[in-house]
């Protein structure tokens, strides 16, 4: 069964950067997808950034383009969110999922079918 373990979360000031990182095991194939989302106090869970293994394709939120980077270490088994330029709107709980390939709607929680992890928390203050 597949393990995500999500790590990296912390407090920054706005304009701050953090790293995320999401570790898995237990894949059977190489091909497979990951997804960073978020979830603050009372609002919706929301699709930030999502990484294809298969082609390396990436995509990005409109709220987060130019300022977070999504990348993989292969040989780590490793997804990284880079956050650049943090806002208070980027403070939440950071999740990462995983599926068998991007879905068809990848901005939307229910379209993964795969695992998840326990979340990491941002918190981003002024």
């Known amino acids: 069964e597949v393990q995500l373990v999500e790590s990296g979360g912390g407090l920054v000031q706005a304009g701050g950067s953090l790293r995320l990182s999401c570790a898995a095991s237990?894949?059977?194939?190489?091909?497979?997808?990951i997804g960073w989302f978020r979830q603050a106090p009372g609002k919706e869970r929301e699709g930030v950034s999502c990484i294809s293994t298969r082609d390396d394709n990436t995509y990005y939120a409109d709220s987060v383009k130019g300022r977070f980077t999504i990348s993989r270490d292969y040989a780590k088994n490793t997804v990284y969110l880079q956050m650049n330029s943090l806002k208070s709107e980027d403070t939440g709980v950071y999740y990462c999922?995983?599926?068998?390939?991007?879905?068809?709607?990848?901005?939307?929680?229910?379209?993964?079918?795969?695992?998840w992890g326990q979340g990491t928390q941002v918190v981003v203050f002024p």
């Open positions: 237990g894949f059977t194939s190489d091909d497979y997808a």
């Open positions: 999922a995983a599926d068998v390939r991007v879905p068809v709607n990848p901005w939307l929680s229910g379209y993964w079918h795969g695992s």
